[in-house]
């Protein structure tokens, strides 16, 4: 998280200057940070999530309202407007609440986070055509939610709550999902397609 968050402060300082400043400098100096932060204390993993979350609030405070359209790119490659930065850390820190199994689950996050990450990973899905012959249906809504390949003849349908589909959709479990193909149920649900 606190990389994240340095990453992050990165691409608004990018949006600030105009001066190309990737979110890591390569995969390996990102994978690098990861397994280094994993070896320090818990004091030492707090104080760096506070520092980097004070240093990203302040790049964020300071960029002038102008710079916010200035295109910097994520570190998937994509071309985004630095206002992007907001919901990319949005996404990091709720997701990861979750990963640090610590208590919070999917059911934690807010709807609106939640259907926006969902409509983030179908949209990089069908970007890179991996949603083929799969359509995404989350029920208990008021309005249905549908996602994927609903031209598809034969698709596998995978079924649950906001939550549950989320969870589902980043890799982190089938808990409250169920999977159709031609009527048949597919049990335990098929894995989602990578997002990231």
């Not at 199994?101 to 069908?126: C, K, Q, S, Y």
């Not at 089938?174 to 149920?185: F, L």
Request: charged content about 20%; cysteine-free.
């Amino acid at each position: 998280m606190g990389y994240n968050a340095r990453a992050v402060a990165r691409l608004v300082e990018w949006a600030d200057t105009g001066v190309e400043t990737p979110m890591y400098p390569s995969a390996e100096v990102r994978n690098h940070e990861i397994d280094f932060g994993a070896t320090l204390s818990p004091i030492a993993l707090r104080n760096l999530f506070d520092h980097s979350a004070v240093h990203l609030n302040v790049e964020w405070r300071d960029l002038p309202a102008d710079n916010w359209h200035h295109k910097v790119k994520t570190v998937q490659g994509r071309t985004v407007p630095a206002e992007e930065t907001v919901w990319m850390r949005t996404r990091e820190v709720w997701v990861h609440a979750v990963d640090l199994d610590n208590g919070a689950t999917f059911t934690d996050i807010p709807e609106p986070v939640l259907e926006r990450l969902l409509m983030d990973i179908t949209g990089a899905w069908h970007a890179r055509g991996t949603d083929e012959a799969l359509v995404v249906e989350v029920t208990g809504q008021a309005s249905p939610l549908t996602f994927g390949d609903t031209a598809s003849a034969s698709p596998t349908v995978v079924s649950g709550s906001l939550p549950a589909i989320a969870r589902w959709a980043t890799g982190r479990g089938t808990d409250g999902t169920t999977a159709k193909r031609d009527g048949t149920s597919l049990t335990p649900a098929p894995p989602a397609p990578a997002w990231i």
